[in-house]
């Protein structure tokens, strides 16, 4: 939420129309926000993507470590087991 907030009063910064000098020297008017911006959403797609890349790997992380215990309960079991029919 407060990230939405910021990235608009940002946005609402750069749409301001800025002077800048071009290559030739004549100064033109320029939207730098729309640049920007465009950068901004691609940044902050590609830390969304990271932050699921990283959830899916704890999930998957989780996943074997509740598979180990399971494996290692059957073992137990079946230890058990065989202790009681000797």
Not at 9 to 19: D, G, L, S, W, Y
């Amino acid at each position: 939420m407060v990230n939405k907030e910021r990235r608009q009063k940002i946005i609402m910064k750069q749409k301001k129309p800025q002077e800048v000098v071009g290559d030739d020297g004549n100064k033109k008017e320029m939207e730098n926000g729309e640049e920007e911006e465009e950068e901004e959403e691609e940044e902050e797609e590609e830390e969304e993507e990271e932050e699921e890349e990283e959830e899916e790997e704890e999930e998957e992380e989780e996943q074997e470590e509740e598979q180990e215990e399971k494996e290692e309960e059957e073992e137990e079991r079946q230890i058990m087991e065989e202790s009681k029919s000797r």
